[in-house]
């Protein structure tokens, strides 16, 4: 198992990314794919592309991002990038509905986000599992599904 305790580096600084062009360019960059929810972990266990076993364990004051460059070393990356995260969106009926959909996906801690009057959920699990809960407001015509999006 690789165990993997800081964050080096961000792929995107222009030494981090010339040393990992060339390791590409022999296959040495491993990958490990998260969920944006993943991001605010300190602790956990993944496997990275190439089915290398990753504990990793960061101190608080680090936190996971796209890029993140876990391990640099002479023969050997590995970076870290997220997956896409889906938006359901959602427009509500009126002003009032708006409020109470915006205070029901606070009580869930739901990721959401507006863009204009859609108010945008995050999935980071099943989207049956959302439209379930959200069931009696899209049932009643409190709110509409408008649709679903696919955005970093």
């Known amino acids: ?5 800081r964050i ?3 792929a995107t600084d222009a030494t981090v990314a010339e040393r990992l062009h060339a390791l590409e360019h022999d296959g040495l960059v491993e990958t490990i794919t998260l969920d944006a929810a993943d991001t605010a972990r300190k602790r956990l266990r993944v496997a990275t592309d190439k089915g290398t076993d990753c504990a990793i364990a960061l101190a608080r004051s680090e936190r996971l991002a796209n890029g993140a460059v876990l391990l640099l070393e002479e ?4 970076v870290v990038r997220m997956r896409e995260t889906m938006w359901l969106a959602l427009g509500p009926r009126d002003m009032a509905a708006a409020l109470e ?3 029901f996906c606070g009580n869930l801690h739901w990721r959401v ?3 204009g009057t859609l108010l945008k959920v995050a999935l980071d699990g099943p989207r049956e599992s959302y439209l379930a809960r959200l069931a009696q407001h899209l049932e009643d015509g409190r709110a509409r599904l408008v649709d679903e999006v ?3």
Do not use: I, Q, W
Not at 1 to 5: Q, V
């Open 1 to 5: 198992m690789l165990r993997l305790t």
């Open 8 to 10: 080096v580096g961000n």
């Open 75 to 78: 023969g050997r990356a590995v």
């Open 101 to 103: 959909l915006g205070y």
């Open 113 to 115: 986000r507006f863009e």
């Open 150 to 152: 696919e955005s970093g």
